[in-house]
């Protein structure tokens, strides 16, 4: 994202295959990684010779100070409160919609894998009211077999668009031996993607539960 930028923009690569030289080459002031899903090795590279800011967002709140944070280095601060305004603008109307539901949030397909509590999407899950119902084993992706998900007990049952793309197909095969949730598919980035994909998130939310 967006389409137009991969025309004219230089690709150095996904998060975990950086191409450090065309990075390097392309001289830049600063580098903006995540703990998460960057390589250490890579990150420590690049750090000898470009000053990077590493971000690790576990909740809304890193979240809305990584944008604080970022606004003060680029010298943005008014373009930083703005969105920051507009996010907690459309957070505060999510909480009289909050819906105390059993949910199940998956990430990931072959194997099934959830999102857990520990997670930036678990946090998003608790803005909605949801009740995370992903296995507690300490894994912040914990997997379940297919054929236990009924096991779960969820009222609801989420199959993210991103990083695995699920369709209308697997919703179907899933609601098959899961007869008492509710599936839905939807949209991934707004549930994982913090930053400015936060503007959206909350009003998404918003009609995700008046639609339940």
């Known amino acids: ?18 191409n450090l030289s065309k990075i390097l080459g392309l001289q830049p002031d600063l580098i903006i990684g995540n703990k998460e899903e960057n390589i250490k090795e890579q990150i420590e590279e690049l750090r000898q010779y470009v000053p990077v800011w590493l971000s690790d967002i576990k909740t809304i709140d890193d979240g809305l100070g990584m944008i604080k944070r970022l606004g003060g280095i680029t010298e943005s601060t008014s373009v930083a409160s703005n969105l920051i305004e507009q996010i907690e603008f459309e957070r505060l109307k999510l909480l009289r919609l909050r819906k105390k539901l059993r949910v199940a949030y998956f990430i990931w397909k072959n194997p099934m894998m959830m999102a857990g509590p520990n997670t930036f999407i678990g946090k998003m899950l608790e ?8 296995l ?4 912040r992706y914990p997997q379940v077999p297919f054929d236990r998900i009924y096991e779960l007990e969820a009222d609801l049952i989420l199959l993210s668009s991103e990083p695995y793309a699920f369709t209308a197909g697997d919703a179907h095969h899933i609601s098959e031996r899961n007869s008492g949730s509710i599936i839905k ?11 400015s994909r936060m503007a959206r998130s909350f009003s998404y939310f918003q009609k995700l539960l008046k639609n339940l």
């Open 1 to 18: 994202h967006p389409q137009e930028a991969l025309e004219r923009k230089e690709v150095i690569g996904g998060t975990k295959d950086l």
């Open 127 to 134: 803005e909605c009211g949801f009740i995370n119902v992903a």
């Open 136 to 139: 507690d084993n300490g894994q």
């Open 185 to 195: 598919v939807v949209d991934g980035e707004l549930f994982s993607w913090y930053g």
